[in-house]
């Protein structure tokens, strides 16, 4: 059984377009707000720092996302984290969207550990992934 | 031979993140703004109004984005749009972003016409169909 | 004594510009959320949704900032608001952006009540009036 | 007679809120973007990437803006900006933003030179200095 990443995001004004429904893109925005908590909150520490730090980095290689119902001002959006594959550089995580058990939208976001100096990608450390082992389904 | 579409976007700060290149998410508001001026400039008229007068809309299905190459400050973007596959009620684009020749992303954005009363897909109306037609691949 | 209405934000990846500290626009899109957050926990319940049933708004009259210290990514940044001045129509918030204890920035952000009919200023009922109270300088 | 840079922006689905008009926050987005597009267009360079390397800033000192009328989606937000005053190491700008010719905004916008080095106030070079006296009101 894997383990869940779970965090939530109140739908705010300013995230609604005029058709009074959040704006796809800020779906996106709370899909990488989510890995970024994962990130700091499975790894205990600042991870873009010290990925700086460390000249290296996460960048996206992909993203998806399927949208099934509209979120509206008010919702409180429960959103859902696990690693649908674990590949030798790259991590693919399934992202959920969901208000009150609806699931609103699911999105697959691709990132893969890369040196900023070469910009070639590089092998996730030892270390590092046996912390994302007990998330990946 | 089908019909493309071309915009452009310059690079601007705001779009940046602190690794100093275009945030993704912004990709994805310049995706669905290259969709909202073929909308106006293909059909020659303020689209969204239209559609709200007529209480019906084109709720996003699904998008996705591969990411080839990081943008930066002051780039260019070249915007390109065709329709990748048009279906009863679905139009599903396909966007590419090149800087000076180069591929930076590639995206596709799928849409449907739906009744804004009912909730449900309607058929794309002949009229609309012909216009959209020529931009078909 | 007034009484202070505090609420809390995380400054991500996404609110950083290319220099690494929040892009200030985004401070702007604080203040605005805490005057909401204020309105419905004030208020007791989603004041968006009842003012648009109503057909009266509260639109944004003018807003200044003053910066006096760059956020960065990871900071907790608190938000204090009170009501500066309370006009007949209008009321005048002040809010206070800090990181553990050094002021970040302090805006004044003034909205007036206003029927979306006839697009005029309206006084604000002795209802709403009352629960604004504690909360003036 | 001062010289007023000129620069236009379309109204887009995006910057409206659920008001069906530009939530606030993007008009300051677009007061930074004309003072971007000045620097680089006065200067004839990327100012950015100048000062970038130069380790200086041009960080905000502060910003307000009036609003007088909404705008929607659609208009052609005209953007005019000149210099308020030109003090020694900081520049105040004023931005208005008209459609049609009625005034929607007028933004004073102040800036400083810094170094990023020491983070103090530097005053602006005599080449700088002379290129930004034409826009002097």
Chains 1, 2, 3, 4 share one sequence.
Request: net charge neutral.
């Amino acid at each position: 059984m894997a383990q869940t990443f779970r965090t939530e995001r109140k739908i705010r004004f300013s995230h609604c377009d005029p058709a009074g429904i959040v704006y796809f893109v800020n779906f996106f925005d709370m899909v990488s707000g989510a890995v970024e908590d994962w990130f700091s909150e499975a790894f205990g520490f600042d991870a873009h720092s010290t990925f700086i730090r460390s000249r290296v980095g996460f960048p996206i290689v992909n993203t998806s996302c399927e949208f099934f119902r509209p979120c509206h001002l008010g919702d409180r959006l429960e959103l859902e984290l696990v690693i649908a594959r674990l590949g030798r550089s790259s991590i693919e995580f399934s992202v959920t969207g969901r208000v009150g058990g609806e699931e609103k939208f699911r999105a697959r976001h691709k990132v893969a550990l890369m040196s900023l100096e070469t910009q070639r990608a590089l092998p996730i450390p030892a270390d590092m992934r046996e912390k994302m082992e007990p998330y990946v389904v």
